[in-house]
Nanobody, 125 residues
Framework: QFQLEESGGGSVQAGESLKLSCTFS???????VGWYRQVQGEEREGVAT???????SYSDSVKGRFTVSQENGKKTFYLQMNDLKPEDSAMYYC????????????????????WGKGTQVTVFS
């Protein structure tokens, strides 16, 4: 079973950057981790995923601005968010599943079985 612990987040001005991190523990070699976000009252949105084989995927809304990466040799991964926009404001969740990432992991929240508590990101215009 996954255990997730996320950190980072905060409030910034538009155009600035933030970095989220998530540490996970999972004893098996295949996994999919990533980030989802949710604005209160709206649907959850997949932001980025990272597979145990190194494959990464991004939503169109963040492609080119956000980067997901894993710290070498460690089960910690990051979401570097650059050129933040007010529409990026949301609660961001570290998420995981016990199989390698597929397209559905980014598109469908239910494919991620494990969720962190969330960290708020607020971007002021």
């Amino acid at each position: 079973q996954f255990q997730l612990e996320e950190s980072g987040g905060g409030s910034v001005q538009a155009g600035e950057s933030l970095k989220l991190s998530c540490t996970f523990s999972y004893p098996y070699p295949n996994w999919c981790v990533g980030w989802y976000r949710q604005v209160q009252g709206e649907e959850r949105e997949g932001v980025a995923t990272l597979s145990s084989i190194g494959t990464v995927s991004y939503s169109d809304s963040v492609k080119g601005r956000f980067t997901v990466s894993q710290e070498n040799g460690k089960k910690t991964f990051y979401l570097q968010m650059n050129d933040l926009k007010p529409e990026d404001s949301a609660m961001y969740y570290c998420v995981a599943d016990s199989e390698r990432c597929r397209d559905e992991h980014l598109a469908i929240a239910a494919f991620m079985d494990y969720w962190g508590k969330g960290t708020q990101v607020t971007v002021f215009s």
